[in-house]
Protein backbone atom coordinates (compact mmCIF):
# COMPACT_ATOMS: atom_id res chain seq x y z
CA UNK A 1 0.00 0.00 0.00
CA UNK A 2 2.89 2.26 0.13
CA UNK A 3 4.35 3.89 -2.55
CA UNK A 4 7.68 3.65 -3.30
CA UNK A 5 10.78 3.69 -6.47
CA UNK A 6 13.56 2.83 -4.31
CA UNK A 7 14.65 -0.12 -2.61
CA UNK A 8 16.94 0.77 -0.08
CA UNK A 9 19.96 -0.30 -2.04
CA UNK A 10 19.26 2.11 -4.85
CA UNK A 11 17.62 -0.11 -7.13
CA UNK A 12 14.74 0.95 -9.32
CA UNK A 13 11.93 -0.89 -8.50
CA UNK A 14 8.25 0.83 -8.26
CA UNK A 15 5.51 -0.69 -5.94
CA UNK A 16 2.05 -1.31 -7.73
CA UNK A 17 0.77 1.36 -5.72
CA UNK A 18 3.89 3.90 -7.63
CA UNK A 19 2.49 3.56 -11.09
CA UNK A 20 0.24 5.83 -10.90
CA UNK A 21 2.97 8.71 -10.29
CA UNK A 22 5.46 7.20 -12.58
CA UNK A 23 5.48 9.81 -14.99
CA UNK A 24 6.38 12.41 -13.08
CA UNK A 25 9.83 10.49 -11.98
CA UNK A 26 10.14 9.41 -15.22
CA UNK A 27 10.44 12.94 -16.39
CA UNK A 28 13.28 13.64 -14.24
CA UNK A 29 16.68 14.57 -15.27
CA UNK A 30 19.64 14.32 -14.29
CA UNK A 31 20.45 17.45 -13.15
CA UNK A 32 17.49 17.04 -11.20
CA UNK A 33 18.06 13.83 -9.64
CA UNK A 34 21.29 15.27 -8.49
CA UNK A 35 19.81 18.40 -7.34
CA UNK A 36 17.52 16.59 -4.57
CA UNK A 37 20.58 14.23 -3.45
CA UNK A 38 22.71 17.36 -3.32
CA UNK A 39 20.01 19.21 -1.14
CA UNK A 40 19.41 16.43 1.11
CA UNK A 41 23.40 15.92 1.81
CA UNK A 42 24.28 19.45 1.71
CA UNK A 43 21.49 19.72 4.88
CA UNK A 44 22.27 16.81 6.85
CA UNK A 45 25.81 18.44 6.73
CA UNK A 46 24.48 21.86 8.46
CA UNK A 47 22.38 19.55 11.01
CA UNK A 48 25.96 18.40 11.74
CA UNK A 49 26.93 21.57 12.41
CA UNK A 50 24.32 23.09 14.18
CA UNK A 51 24.22 20.01 16.73
CA UNK A 52 27.75 20.88 17.19
CA UNK A 53 26.87 24.29 17.80
CA UNK A 54 24.36 23.68 20.39
CA UNK A 55 27.03 21.52 22.23
CA UNK A 56 29.28 24.34 22.12
CA UNK A 57 26.92 26.59 23.90
CA UNK A 58 26.26 28.68 20.69
CA UNK A 59 22.22 27.31 20.80
CA UNK A 60 20.14 26.87 23.35
CA UNK A 61 18.15 24.12 21.40
CA UNK A 62 18.76 22.25 17.98
CA UNK A 63 15.99 19.79 15.91
CA UNK A 64 17.65 17.98 13.67
CA UNK A 65 15.92 16.69 10.79
CA UNK A 66 18.76 13.72 10.26
CA UNK A 67 16.85 11.09 8.33
CA UNK A 68 13.88 12.74 7.00
CA UNK A 69 15.51 14.37 4.55
CA UNK A 70 14.14 12.44 1.55
CA UNK A 71 10.32 13.11 2.66
CA UNK A 72 11.22 16.81 3.11
CA UNK A 73 13.14 17.23 0.08
CA UNK A 74 10.73 15.51 -2.59
CA UNK A 75 7.82 17.72 -0.63
CA UNK A 76 9.50 20.69 -1.22
CA UNK A 77 10.80 20.36 -4.45
CA UNK A 78 7.15 19.14 -5.75
CA UNK A 79 5.91 22.50 -4.55
CA UNK A 80 5.73 25.65 -7.11
CA UNK A 81 7.07 28.88 -6.36
CA UNK A 82 3.21 30.05 -5.73
CA UNK A 83 2.85 27.86 -2.97
CA UNK A 84 2.43 28.76 0.61
CA UNK A 85 4.83 26.58 3.39
CA UNK A 86 3.54 26.22 6.77
CA UNK A 87 6.83 24.28 8.48
CA UNK A 88 6.67 22.40 12.13
CA UNK A 89 10.36 23.07 13.43
CA UNK A 90 12.24 20.32 11.99
CA UNK A 91 11.93 21.61 8.44
CA UNK A 92 15.21 23.30 7.11
CA UNK A 93 16.07 21.74 3.86
CA UNK A 94 12.15 22.87 3.24
CA UNK A 95 13.05 26.42 4.15
CA UNK A 96 16.64 26.50 2.71
CA UNK A 97 15.06 25.12 -1.10
CA UNK A 98 12.25 28.12 -0.47
CA UNK A 99 14.81 30.43 0.25
CA UNK A 100 15.31 31.40 3.87
CA UNK A 101 18.58 31.55 4.80
CA UNK A 102 19.56 29.09 7.26
CA UNK A 103 21.40 31.87 9.80
CA UNK A 104 17.54 32.37 10.61
CA UNK A 105 16.93 29.32 11.75
CA UNK A 106 20.17 29.29 13.64
CA UNK A 107 18.88 33.07 15.08
CA UNK A 108 16.03 31.52 16.19
CA UNK A 109 17.31 28.85 17.94
CA UNK A 110 19.98 30.36 19.48
CA UNK A 111 16.94 33.13 20.60
CA UNK A 112 18.53 36.01 18.49
CA UNK A 113 15.62 36.39 16.66
CA UNK A 114 11.73 36.29 18.54
CA UNK A 115 10.61 34.53 15.04
CA UNK A 116 13.43 33.59 12.83
CA UNK A 117 12.63 35.48 9.19
CA UNK A 118 10.08 38.16 7.41
CA UNK A 119 7.67 35.26 5.76
CA UNK A 120 6.03 38.36 3.52
CA UNK A 121 9.74 38.64 2.66
CA UNK A 122 9.62 37.81 -1.22
CA UNK A 123 13.25 36.01 -1.13
CA UNK A 124 11.59 33.75 1.97
CA UNK A 125 9.18 31.84 -1.09
CA UNK A 126 6.27 32.22 0.92
CA UNK A 127 7.26 30.24 3.96
CA UNK A 128 5.83 31.12 7.55
CA UNK A 129 7.90 30.91 10.55
CA UNK A 130 8.80 27.43 12.42
CA UNK A 131 5.62 27.07 15.46
CA UNK A 132 6.88 25.04 18.09
CA UNK A 133 3.40 24.40 19.53
CA UNK A 134 2.53 21.33 18.45
CA UNK A 135 -0.25 21.18 15.39
CA UNK A 136 -0.62 24.73 15.52
CA UNK A 137 0.38 25.83 12.01
CA UNK A 138 -2.06 23.32 10.83
CA UNK A 139 -5.08 25.51 11.47
CA UNK A 140 -3.48 28.47 10.01
CA UNK A 141 -2.43 26.06 6.75
CA UNK A 142 -6.29 25.62 6.73
CA UNK A 143 -7.04 28.77 7.22
CA UNK A 144 -5.17 30.49 4.71
CA UNK A 145 -5.92 27.56 2.07
CA UNK A 146 -9.49 28.90 2.68
CA UNK A 147 -8.78 32.45 1.96
CA UNK A 148 -7.00 30.83 -1.10
CA UNK A 149 -10.36 29.78 -2.66
CA UNK A 150 -12.78 32.35 -1.26
CA UNK A 151 -9.98 35.27 -3.31
CA UNK A 152 -10.27 32.68 -6.17
CA UNK A 153 -6.51 32.09 -6.37
CA UNK A 154 -7.13 28.67 -6.69
CA UNK A 155 -9.21 26.01 -8.73
CA UNK A 156 -9.27 27.80 -11.63
CA UNK A 157 -7.13 24.65 -13.83
CA UNK A 158 -4.18 26.58 -13.86
CA UNK A 159 -0.82 24.51 -12.72
CA UNK A 160 0.97 27.84 -13.53
CA UNK A 161 -0.32 30.17 -11.18
CA UNK A 162 -3.09 27.92 -8.97
CA UNK A 163 -1.82 28.39 -5.25
CA UNK A 164 -1.76 26.09 -2.57
CA UNK A 165 -0.62 24.95 0.86
CA UNK A 166 1.45 22.88 1.99
CA UNK A 167 1.67 22.09 6.12
CA UNK A 168 4.02 19.79 8.13
CA UNK A 169 3.12 18.18 11.25
CA UNK A 170 4.05 15.00 12.78
CA UNK A 171 2.85 12.14 13.94
CA UNK A 172 2.91 12.98 18.05
CA UNK A 173 1.12 16.15 16.73
CA UNK A 174 -1.45 13.92 14.31
CA UNK A 175 -3.19 13.57 18.06
CA UNK A 176 -3.99 16.88 18.54
CA UNK A 177 -7.25 18.55 18.31
CA UNK A 178 -6.02 21.10 16.17
CA UNK A 179 -5.14 18.71 13.45
CA UNK A 180 -8.56 17.26 13.59
CA UNK A 181 -9.94 20.71 13.38
CA UNK A 182 -8.66 21.69 10.28
CA UNK A 183 -9.01 18.61 8.45
CA UNK A 184 -12.82 19.24 8.83
CA UNK A 185 -13.01 22.60 7.95
CA UNK A 186 -10.49 21.90 4.79
CA UNK A 187 -13.13 19.11 3.82
CA UNK A 188 -15.86 20.64 3.77
CA UNK A 189 -14.86 23.91 2.31
CA UNK A 190 -12.20 22.08 -0.43
CA UNK A 191 -9.44 23.98 0.43
CA UNK A 192 -6.14 23.77 -2.12
CA UNK A 193 -3.90 22.26 0.46
CA UNK A 194 -1.79 19.38 0.68
CA UNK A 195 -1.19 17.91 4.23
CA UNK A 196 2.42 16.11 4.91
CA UNK A 197 2.44 13.86 7.67
CA UNK A 198 6.09 13.25 8.42
CA UNK A 199 5.39 10.07 10.87
CA UNK A 200 9.36 9.24 11.82
CA UNK A 201 8.09 6.77 14.67
CA UNK A 202 8.26 8.94 17.94
CA UNK A 203 6.88 11.75 19.34
CA UNK A 204 9.83 12.55 21.78
CA UNK A 205 9.96 9.44 23.59
CA UNK A 206 6.39 8.19 22.89
CA UNK A 207 6.29 5.78 19.84
CA UNK A 208 3.81 5.99 17.47
CA UNK A 209 2.36 2.54 18.18
CA UNK A 210 0.77 3.81 21.79
CA UNK A 211 -1.01 6.93 19.53
CA UNK A 212 -2.17 5.51 16.84
CA UNK A 213 -3.91 2.00 16.49
CA UNK A 214 -4.31 1.80 13.08
CA UNK A 215 -2.39 3.75 10.24
CA UNK A 216 -1.80 7.49 10.23
CA UNK A 217 -2.78 7.67 6.65
CA UNK A 218 -6.47 6.56 7.46
CA UNK A 219 -7.40 9.33 9.82
CA UNK A 220 -6.82 11.93 6.90
CA UNK A 221 -9.02 9.90 4.81
CA UNK A 222 -11.35 9.07 7.93
CA UNK A 223 -12.36 12.80 6.69
CA UNK A 224 -12.86 12.39 2.91
CA UNK A 225 -9.41 13.73 2.48
CA UNK A 226 -7.78 11.68 -0.23
CA UNK A 227 -4.36 10.04 1.23
CA UNK A 228 -1.11 8.57 0.47
CA UNK A 229 1.20 6.60 1.99
CA UNK A 230 5.06 6.87 1.21
CA UNK A 231 8.05 5.78 1.45
CA UNK A 232 9.40 8.89 3.04
CA UNK A 233 12.63 7.74 2.66
CA UNK A 234 12.51 7.47 -1.23
CA UNK A 235 12.55 10.85 -2.42
CA UNK A 236 11.85 10.01 -5.79
CA UNK A 237 8.32 8.63 -3.78
CA UNK A 238 8.06 11.64 -1.80
CA UNK A 239 8.75 13.87 -4.49
CA UNK A 240 6.50 12.79 -7.31
CA UNK A 241 3.49 11.77 -4.77
CA UNK A 242 3.60 15.42 -3.37
CA UNK A 243 3.68 16.90 -7.25
CA UNK A 244 0.44 15.23 -8.04
CA UNK A 245 -1.29 15.50 -4.91
CA UNK A 246 -0.83 19.44 -4.54
CA UNK A 247 -1.36 19.69 -8.15
CA UNK A 248 -4.81 18.18 -7.58
CA UNK A 249 -5.53 20.34 -4.20
CA UNK A 250 -4.30 23.16 -6.30
CA UNK A 251 -6.44 22.86 -9.11
CA UNK A 252 -9.87 22.92 -7.59
CA UNK A 253 -10.12 18.97 -6.53
CA UNK A 254 -10.04 19.71 -2.63
CA UNK A 255 -7.82 18.69 0.03
CA UNK A 256 -5.23 16.09 -0.49
CA UNK A 257 -2.94 14.22 2.62
CA UNK A 258 0.55 12.13 2.46
CA UNK A 259 1.75 10.78 5.57
CA UNK A 260 5.35 9.88 5.34
CA UNK A 261 6.55 6.96 6.80
CA UNK A 262 10.55 7.49 8.03
CA UNK A 263 12.48 7.64 11.09
CA UNK A 264 14.18 10.35 13.13
CA UNK A 265 17.75 8.93 13.26
CA UNK A 266 18.97 11.27 15.28
CA UNK A 267 17.65 12.67 18.89
CA UNK A 268 14.60 14.78 19.21
CA UNK A 269 16.72 17.67 20.01
CA UNK A 270 19.88 18.15 21.51
CA UNK A 271 17.90 18.16 24.96
CA UNK A 272 16.59 14.54 24.20
CA UNK A 273 18.70 11.09 25.29
CA UNK A 274 16.97 8.71 23.17
CA UNK A 275 19.19 5.89 24.03
CA UNK A 276 16.77 5.90 26.97
CA UNK A 277 13.61 4.49 24.90
CA UNK A 278 14.84 2.82 21.90
CA UNK A 279 17.03 0.16 20.42
CA UNK A 280 20.56 0.13 18.83
CA UNK A 281 18.86 -2.45 16.85
CA UNK A 282 16.13 -0.49 15.74
CA UNK A 283 18.54 2.27 14.56
CA UNK A 284 20.14 0.28 12.91
CA UNK A 285 17.32 -1.29 11.10
CA UNK A 286 16.41 2.54 9.83
CA UNK A 287 20.25 3.09 9.66
CA UNK A 288 19.93 0.17 6.37
CA UNK A 289 17.20 2.45 4.80
CA UNK A 290 18.80 5.94 5.14
CA UNK A 291 17.61 8.21 2.44
CA UNK A 292 20.78 9.83 1.29
CA UNK A 293 22.92 6.22 0.78
CA UNK A 294 19.96 4.79 -1.37
CA UNK A 295 19.72 8.15 -3.64
CA UNK A 296 23.70 7.78 -3.53
CA UNK A 297 23.10 4.59 -4.38
CA UNK A 298 20.46 4.98 -7.39
CA UNK A 299 22.82 8.21 -8.92
CA UNK A 300 26.00 6.12 -8.63
CA UNK A 301 24.03 3.46 -10.64
CA UNK A 302 23.38 5.73 -13.32
CA UNK A 303 26.58 7.17 -13.72
CA UNK A 304 27.16 9.63 -11.95
CA UNK A 305 30.60 10.83 -11.14
CA UNK A 306 32.55 10.66 -7.59
CA UNK A 307 33.59 14.47 -8.88
CA UNK A 308 30.05 14.78 -8.04
CA UNK A 309 29.92 13.37 -4.86
CA UNK A 310 33.47 15.33 -3.90
CA UNK A 311 31.85 18.29 -5.07
CA UNK A 312 28.52 17.68 -2.96
CA UNK A 313 30.39 17.36 0.16
CA UNK A 314 33.00 20.67 -0.22
CA UNK A 315 29.35 22.06 -0.69
CA UNK A 316 28.25 20.83 2.87
CA UNK A 317 31.47 21.47 4.39
CA UNK A 318 31.87 25.50 2.99
CA UNK A 319 27.91 25.69 4.24
CA UNK A 320 28.91 24.71 7.70
CA UNK A 321 32.06 26.79 7.69
CA UNK A 322 29.64 29.59 6.87
CA UNK A 323 27.33 29.53 9.54
CA UNK A 324 30.16 29.07 12.17
CA UNK A 325 31.34 32.47 10.83
CA UNK A 326 28.11 33.93 10.69
CA UNK A 327 26.94 32.92 14.14
CA UNK A 328 30.03 34.90 15.59
CA UNK A 329 29.09 37.36 13.80
CA UNK A 330 25.08 37.48 15.45
CA UNK A 331 24.09 40.62 17.37
CA UNK A 332 22.08 40.21 20.48
CA UNK A 333 18.01 41.16 19.29
CA UNK A 334 16.93 44.71 21.26
CA UNK A 335 14.93 43.78 24.44
CA UNK A 336 12.45 46.19 22.97
CA UNK A 337 12.34 43.60 19.73
CA UNK A 338 9.85 41.29 22.19
CA UNK A 339 6.89 43.56 21.64
CA UNK A 340 7.23 44.13 17.76
CA UNK A 341 5.50 41.45 16.60
CA UNK A 342 2.83 40.91 19.00
CA UNK A 343 0.33 42.19 17.53
CA UNK A 344 -0.12 42.91 13.38
CA UNK A 345 -0.72 46.94 14.58
CA UNK A 346 0.24 49.13 17.16
CA UNK A 347 -1.07 47.87 20.96
CA UNK A 348 -1.76 50.23 23.84
CA UNK A 349 -0.69 47.81 26.22
CA UNK A 350 2.14 46.44 23.82
CA UNK A 351 3.14 49.88 24.13
CA UNK A 352 2.66 50.42 27.74
CA UNK A 353 4.89 47.19 28.43
CA UNK A 354 7.34 48.27 26.58
CA UNK A 355 7.31 51.59 28.56
CA UNK A 356 7.93 50.27 31.56
CA UNK A 357 10.80 48.23 30.27
CA UNK A 358 12.26 51.35 29.08
CA UNK A 359 11.86 52.96 32.68
CA UNK A 360 12.97 49.85 34.40
CA UNK A 361 16.40 49.82 32.48
CA UNK A 362 17.10 53.64 32.92
CA UNK A 363 16.72 53.14 36.99
CA UNK A 364 20.18 51.27 36.57
CA UNK A 365 21.90 54.02 34.53
CA UNK A 366 24.39 55.10 36.85
CA UNK A 367 25.08 52.00 38.73
CA UNK A 368 28.54 50.51 38.52
CA UNK A 369 28.68 47.61 36.18
C1 LIG B 1 0.90 21.57 22.23
C2 LIG B 1 2.24 20.97 22.60
N1 LIG B 1 2.28 19.91 23.42
C3 LIG B 1 3.47 19.38 23.77
C4 LIG B 1 4.64 19.92 23.30
C5 LIG B 1 5.98 19.30 23.69
N2 LIG B 1 6.54 18.57 22.53
C6 LIG B 1 7.44 19.16 21.73
S1 LIG B 1 7.87 18.19 20.45
C7 LIG B 1 6.87 16.93 20.98
C8 LIG B 1 6.75 15.65 20.19
C9 LIG B 1 6.33 15.91 18.78
O1 LIG B 1 6.30 14.74 18.02
P1 LIG B 1 5.90 14.74 16.51
O2 LIG B 1 4.66 15.54 16.29
O3 LIG B 1 5.89 13.33 16.08
O4 LIG B 1 7.06 15.56 15.78
P2 LIG B 1 8.63 15.21 15.71
O5 LIG B 1 9.28 15.96 16.83
O6 LIG B 1 8.77 13.76 15.82
O7 LIG B 1 9.09 15.76 14.40
C10 LIG B 1 6.21 17.30 22.16
C11 LIG B 1 5.27 16.43 22.89
C12 LIG B 1 4.55 21.03 22.43
N3 LIG B 1 5.63 21.59 21.90
N4 LIG B 1 3.34 21.53 22.10
MG1 LIG C 1 7.39 12.24 15.32
Not at 348 to 359: D, F, G, K, T
Amino acid sequence: MTVRFLEPDGSFAPTPEAERYRALVDDLDDAALEQMYRDMAVIRAFDRQATLLQRQGQLALWPPSWGQEAAQVGSARAARPQDTIFPSYREHVVAKIRGVDLIDIIKLMRGASHGGWDPSDPKNGNTRLYTLVLGTQVPHATGYAMGLKFDGKSGTGDVETDEAVVVYYGDGAASEGDVHEAMVFAASYGTPELFFLQNNQWAISVPVSTQAKAPLVERSAGYGIPSVQVDGNDVLASYAVSRMLLDEARTGGGPRAIEAVTYRMGAHTTSDDPTKYRTKDEEAEWARRDPIARMRAFLAARGASERFFADVDAEGDALAADTRTRIAQLADPLPESMFAHVYSEDHPVMAEQAQWLRSYEASFEGDAK
